[in-house]
């Protein structure tokens, strides 16, 4: 293993990433897979990092620290919004049975299906959409994770969480911090957690297919 991508690992075991699961997708994975030419030198630090159309691949610890707080039971089917690069679609795919991961700009959505299907993941189908809508066609899902921020949790997405299941979203106002919440959803409604401040892109209605 090279030297920085051990220093990763350490790194994620000391903040308190316990899954093995999700340290060996880590470790296999290769950011380098999921970032344009220019930042390939840049892509063990552990530093969120620019992609097209104005988005950001996520920092890997923060990707690692989502995915633990989703406790992604083996035959799950989960719903991801915002795939972005895809790096964490391929962990989720990874982890769960089966994948939905929305996108609104169709160059990342085609760029993140090619990147998946050269690893061989093949349980992730990849959509054109619009997030605020979720996918009805698939709902209810096991899990849902948001990678994009969002004002407040959008009622139709939550609407397609199951009983029992578990959303993790980053809730904010535009250009400022955020909050990382864990969402459960139970009989009687949803029990909220706040699980550290975060800064991600904000979520934005409507496709962008040019
Ligand atoms: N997990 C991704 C993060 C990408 S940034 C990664 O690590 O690469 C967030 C993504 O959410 C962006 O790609 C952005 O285009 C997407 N997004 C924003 N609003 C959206 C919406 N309404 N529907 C679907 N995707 C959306």
């Given at each position: ?10 790194k994620?075991?000391?903040m308190g990433?316990?899954n093995k699961?999700i ?12 970032v344009?030419k ?6 063990l ?12 691949i996520s ?6 620290l ?10 799950s089917?989960?719903?991801?919004i915002?795939?972005g690069?895809g790096?964490?679609t391929?962990?989720?795919?990874r982890l769960?049975s089966?994948?939905?991961?929305i996108?609104?700009?169709k160059?990342l959505?085609?760029?993140a ?5 050269k ?6 189908t ?9 996918y009805s066609?698939?709902?209810?899902f096991d899990r849902i994770i948001l990678?994009?921020?969002?004002e407040?949790?959008p009622?139709?997405v939550?609407s397609?969480?199951k009983?029992?299941?578990i959303m993790?979203v980053?809730v904010g106002l535009?250009?400022q911090?955020q909050?990382l919440?864990k969402?459960v959803?139970?009989e009687?409604g949803?029990?909220i957690?706040?699980?550290?401040s ?5 979520m934005k209605e ?5």
């Amino acid at each position: 293993m090279q030297e920085s991508k051990a220093f990763l690992m350490l790194k994620l075991r000391r903040m308190g990433i316990s899954n093995k699961e999700i340290l060996g997708c880590i470790e296999s994975l290769d950011r380098s897979d999921f970032v344009s030419k220019s930042f390939l030198d840049r892509c063990l630090e552990d530093i969120a990092l620019p992609i097209d159309c104005g988005q950001t691949i996520s920092q890997p610890s923060l990707v690692a620290l989502m995915t633990q707080q989703l406790e992604i039971p083996q035959r799950s089917k989960v719903l991801e919004i915002g795939t972005g690069s895809g790096y964490q679609t391929a962990i989720l795919g990874r982890l769960a049975s089966r994948v939905y991961s929305i996108e609104r700009y169709k160059i990342l959505a085609d760029t993140a299906k090619k990147r998946l299907e050269k690893l061989n993941i093949s349980n992730v189908t990849v959509l054109l959409q619009d997030g605020f809508f979720g996918y009805s066609p698939q709902a209810p899902f096991d899990r849902i994770i948001l990678t994009a921020a969002v004002e407040e949790i959008p009622s139709l997405v939550i609407s397609q969480l199951k009983v029992g299941g578990i959303m993790i979203v980053p809730v904010g106002l535009p250009n400022q911090k955020q909050s990382l919440l864990k969402v459960v959803k139970n009989e009687k409604g949803l029990d909220i957690t706040e699980l550290m401040s975060v800064r991600f892109v904000q979520m934005k209605e409507g496709l962008v297919k040019a």
